[in-house]
Nanobody, 124 residues
Framework: QVQVVESGGGLVQPGGSLRLSCAAS????????MSWYRQAPGKERDMVGS????????KYADSVKGRFTLSRDNDKNTVYLQMNGLKPEDTAVYYC?????????????????WGQGTQVTVSS
């Protein structure tokens, strides 16, 4: 069964740090597309960053560049989002997204899986 589970959210003061984890099961993070999104109250869900299967190339939203870092631990089958220099505007529910590729019926299929989300609140 394919599943992604986020953890690591919480309350932190401005300027503080948090590390979010996305533990995957039923597929391998190193061979499928992984990304983090966030959704603030009353706003759309936006991508924060992504990590590619090939070379582990990372991309980030402009709002988090230089502060957030995506990484992957293949042994633990987990993707991380290290967040430094947190700002009140980073407050949101953070979601892990997996795009899992499988081959059957003579073609490649893509299925999208979301975690349940983890709340990050930046406030003094």
């Amino acid at each position: 069964q394919v599943q992604v589970v986020e953890s690591g959210g919480g309350l932190v003061q401005p300027g503080g740090s948090l590390r979010l984890s996305c533990a995957a099961s039923g597929f391998t993070v190193s061979t499928n597309d992984m990304s983090w999104y966030r959704q603030a109250p009353g706003k759309e869900r936006d991508m924060v960053g992504s990590i590619s299967t090939s070379g582990g190339i990372t991309k980030y939203a402009d709002s988090v560049k230089g502060r957030f870092t995506l990484s992957r631990d293949n042994d633990k089958n987990t993707v991380y989002l290290q967040m430094n220099g947190l700002k009140p505007e980073d407050t949101a529910v953070y979601y892990c997204k997996a795009v899992v590729f499988t081959y059957y019926d003579d073609r490649i299929h893509q299925d999208v899986y979301w975690g349940q989300g983890t709340q990050v609140t930046v406030s003094s």
